[in-house]
T-cell receptor, first 115, second 114 residues
């Protein structure tokens, strides 16, 4: 069985602060993929990043960075110098071949960035 | 680039009515997934299709049925609607089945049952 845990239900920060969203996953598969999605109030799921289980390289994209550590089964997401537009629900998700590719989502973290 | 298209974007139905949600995958994508996201919840997998055949099934009520057509578009049919069916329904497509392929999500259909 697969499981994704986002322990932080809600986070509130002031603009320009850095914030890290935690994601811990469980899977028996050796080949799997991890994702982060952003869901703004409008409701659509905005793809942010995809990482496969064989690539532990951390990634930076502008103010966003991701830290993938297989040893702790974690795939954390950091926003540097947060902005009000970053306010949204963020989901971490997992897919694997033996699970027919369907996505297992965490419960989501609601990020509020105050001006 | 073409994206996943879902129609309608918003739908209001009364209890016990039926609803049909449509999903048009990205061209050349042969796999479609349906998810249901209740208020304040994460998306939950309902059902998926690969090459017009059901490939996996999640927590989909018996009142719901779905299929994938020869042009790869998919329809989710929901009968005897209940208030608890009010949710955002996402369709996602991928160029193959299995976790190797990235899923591309549509904008969702917001169903309200009154």
């Amino acid at each position: 069985a697969q499981k994704v845990t986002q322990a932080q239900t809600e986070i509130s920060v002031v603009e320009k602060e850095d914030v890290t969203l935690d994601c811990v996953y469980e899977t028996r598969d050796t080949t799997y993929y991890l994702f982060w999605y952003k869901q703004p109030p409008s409701g659509e799921l905005v793809f942010l990043i995809r990482r496969n289980s064989f690539d532990e390289q951390n990634e930076i994209s502008g103010r966003y960075s991701w830290n993938f550590q297989k040893s702790t089964s974690s795939f954390n997401f950091t926003i540097t110098a947060s902005q009000v537009v970053d306010s949204a629900v963020y989901f971490c998700a997992l897919t694997s071949n033996t699970n027919a590719g369907k996505s297992t989502f965490g419960d989501g973290t609601t990020l509020t960035v105050k001006p | 680039a073409a994206g996943v298209i879902q129609s309608p974007r918003h739908l209001i139905k009364e209890k016990r009515e039926t609803a049909t949600l449509k999903c048009y995958p990205i061209p050349r994508h042969d796999t479609v997934y349906w998810y249901q996201q209740g208020p304040g919840q994460d998306p939950q997998f309902l059902i998926s299709f690969y090459e017009k055949m059901q490939s996996d099934k999640g927590s989909i009520p018996d009142r719901f049925s779905a299929q994938q057509f020869s042009d790869y578009h998919s329809e989710l049919n929901m009968s005897s609607l209940e208030l608890g069916d009010s949710a955002l329904y996402f369709c996602a497509s991928s160029p193959g089945t299995g976790g190797f392929y990235e899923q591309y999500f549509g904008p969702g259909t917001r169903l309200t049952v009154t």
